[in-house]
């Protein structure tokens, strides 16, 4: 049901129903703001390309076909979008997402918790654009394999495989750290 609602609202903002489109944006926006910045590591150009992708999203509107789920396909236009910037400009700074973590009450497990995550983001800051893609889309938006193989063009063996290696690369990372 919900995805005869969202398809509905894709076909009437590609009439041009511009409440349709907002409709859209409100929904995605955060999603694809919070992609874009782990992949370029900064809100500035993650701002910029959120911009970019829902224009994009807009003028290509009839090339949506309703194949896939309409995110899927909006979150390839961002995949996209983010890899060809960051191929383009290197970031000029690397900012670490404000994230919340329940932390235990002992102040030493806490300690550990802490310089563990900082390692973590340290490590993040590391991977390529791509992988940085992966890891949002799969571990924070929770996007299942089958979704990141429409995203990213790869099948969903490849997209398993580069999940595995890109948790041994931040597993070698971290503990190069500790």
């Known amino acids: 049901m919900e995805e005869d609602k969202e398809f509905n609202t894709v076909q009437r903002a590609s009439e041009g129903d ?3 489109f907002r409709e859209l944006v409100e929904r995605y926006g955060d999603r694809i703001f919070s992609l874009l910045t782990g992949i370029t590591g900064n809100r500035l150009d993650a701002e910029e390309l959120t911009s970019d992708v829902f224009l994009k999203a807009f003028t290509h509107l009839d090339r949506f076909r309703g194949e896939c789920r309409f ?5 390839r236009i961002a995949y996209n979008t983010a890899i060809s910037h960051t191929r383009r400009r290197r970031p000029r700074t690397v900012e670490i997402n404000d994230r919340q973590y329940e932390l235990p ?3 030493e497990e806490i300690l550990f918790r802490e310089t563990q995550m900082e ?3 340290q490590a ?3 991977l390529a654009p791509d992988e940085k893609a992966l ?13 990141l193989a429409a995203v990213t063009g790869h099948t969903e063996g490849s997209i398993k495989v580069k999940l595995f290696r890109i948790r041994k690369k931040l597993a070698a ?3 190069n750290r500790t």
């Open 124 to 126: 993040l800051q590391r």
């Open 173 to 175: 990372l971290i503990s």
């Open 105 to 107: 009450d002992d102040q």
């Open 71 to 75: 995110s899927t396909w909006l979150y």
């Open 119 to 121: 390692y973590l983001e």
């Open 135 to 147: 890891v949002e889309l799969f571990y924070l938006q929770k996007i299942p394999v089958h979704e």
């Open 18 to 20: 511009p409440e349709a």
